[in-house]
C-alpha cells in the first residue's frame, strides 16, 4: 500500500571517490518506477554525501546559523545588550 514519490524517492552509494566511478548511474526499480542514484540525500533534515565528507550539511547549517544571527542583529536596536547576548547564547546551545 505503499507509494513511492518519484520526485522525492532517492537512494545513495556510499564509497570512497575511487570507487564512486564505478556506481556513478545506477538505477533500481520499485515497482514499475526506476530511481536513480543521487550524489546527496535528505533524511530527517540531515544532508549526506556519498562520501560522507558531509560538506553540504556544514554549508546548510552556516547558512541557517547566519540568517539567524544576522536576525538578531537586525533587531538589536529594540532590545537591549543583555538580552542580545542572552539570545546569541541561546541560539548557540541549542
Known amino acids: 500500500?505503499?507509494?513511492?514519490?518519484?520526485?522525492?524517492?532517492?537512494?545513495?552509494?556510499?564509497?570512497?571517490?575511487?570507487?564512486?566511478?564505478?556506481?556513478?548511474?545506477?538505477?533500481?526499480?520499485?515497482?514499475?518506477?526506476?530511481?536513480?542514484?543521487?550524489?546527496?540525500?535528505?533524511?530527517?533534515?540531515?544532508?549526506?554525501?556519498n562520501t560522507l565528507y558531509m560538506e553540504k550539511q556544514v554549508n546548510s547549517i552556516c547558512k541557517f546559523s547566519y540568517y539567524q544571527i544576522r536576525n538578531i542583529g537586525l533587531n538589536n536596536e529594540y532590545i537591549n545588550d543583555e538580552t542580545c547576548m542572552t539570545l546569541v547564547q541561546a541560539f548557540i546551545i541549542y
Do not use: P
Not at 514519490?5 to 538505477?27: A, C, G, R, W
Not at 535528505?42 to 554525501?49: E, K, S, Y
Open 1 to 49: 500500500m505503499l507509494k513511492l514519490k518519484k520526485d522525492k524517492t532517492k537512494f545513495i552509494v556510499f564509497s570512497s571517490k575511487q570507487h564512486l566511478k564505478k556506481t556513478e548511474n545506477l538505477h533500481i526499480k520499485v515497482g514499475s518506477i526506476y530511481i536513480n542514484s543521487s550524489m546527496s540525500v535528505r533524511n530527517v533534515g540531515l544532508i549526506l554525501d
